[in-house]
T-cell receptor
Framework: AQSVSQHNHHVILSEAASLELGCNYS??????LFWYVQYPGQHLQLLLK??????LVKGIKGFEAEFIKSKFSFNLRKPSVQWSDTAEYFC?????????FGTGTRLKVLA | DTAVSQTPKYLVTQMGNDKSIKCEQN?????MYWYKQDSKKFLKIMFS???????INETVPNRFSPKSPDKAHLNLHINSLELGDSAVYFC??????????FGSGTRLTVV
């Protein structure tokens, strides 16, 4: 069965700290992986995606993610977070005709 | 122009009422979805339509009925609303090789 796990439910960081959010997936076929961000009161927006090729993917706003096939992981990273990065972050894997979302990680960045 | 638009943005209604949420996308995408996001921010797929054809119907009460008059529209009708239906409902669409584009959400409150 397809599934996505995000182990960090709540993360609190100070500005300029480095960020890494974990995402592990379970899927038998070719994976398409995504990270979405949801700012307070807003809809989900695509941060970055991996389909194939270079396993290190760069997205918007300085975010990047690394696909490690052997670990079934697609962790999200940012070297230096800002207060405006406070949001909910969702990892997702695309299965047949639908996306499976992780439960989300709530990031709070302290100014 | 908004790519995926949902109306209304907010909906407050009494238990037992029937209500509809509309969704339209102007991206030319073939597939549209309805997701429910509960108070814990968990995103759960409800329905998926591909070219007006229902392809995913997750375990959702049959009080929820989607309608797709054409591939640019996917409406959600809810009969006999219950307190537990209170949530944010997101419409989304996707095309070949892309991630989702989400609508801004409809916050439904049943009182």
């Amino acid at each position: 069965a397809q599934s996505v796990s995000q182990h960090n439910h709540h993360v609190i960081l100070s500005e300029a700290a480095s960020l890494e959010l974990g995402c592990n997936y379970s899927y038998g076929g070719t994976v398409n992986l995504f990270w979405y961000v949801q700012y307070p009161g807003q809809h989900l927006q695509l941060l970055l995606k991996y389909f194939s090729g270079d396993p290190l993917v760069k997205g918007i706003k300085g975010f990047e993610a690394e696909f490690i096939k052997s670990k079934f992981s697609f962790n999200l990273r940012k070297p230096s977070v800002q207060w405006s990065d406070t949001a909910e972050y969702f990892c997702a894997v695309r299965g047949t005709y639908k996306y499976i979302f992780g439960t989300g990680t709530r990031l709070k960045v302290l100014a | 122009d908004t790519a995926v638009s949902q109306t209304p943005k907010y909906l407050v209604t009494q238990m037992g009422n029937d209500k509809s949420i509309k969704c339209e996308q102007n991206l030319g995408h073939d597939t549209m979805y309805w997701y429910k996001q509960d108070s814990k921010k968990f995103l759960k797929i409800m329905f998926s339509y591909n070219n007006k054809e229902l392809i995913i119907n997750e375990t959702v009460p049959n009080r929820f009925s989607p309608k797709s008059p054409d591939k640019a529209h996917l409406n959600l009708h809810i009969n006999s609303l219950e307190l537990g239906d209170s949530a944010v409902y997101f419409c989304a669409s996707s095309g070949q090789g892309n991630g989702y584009t989400f609508g801004s959400g409809t916050r439904l409150t049943v009182v």
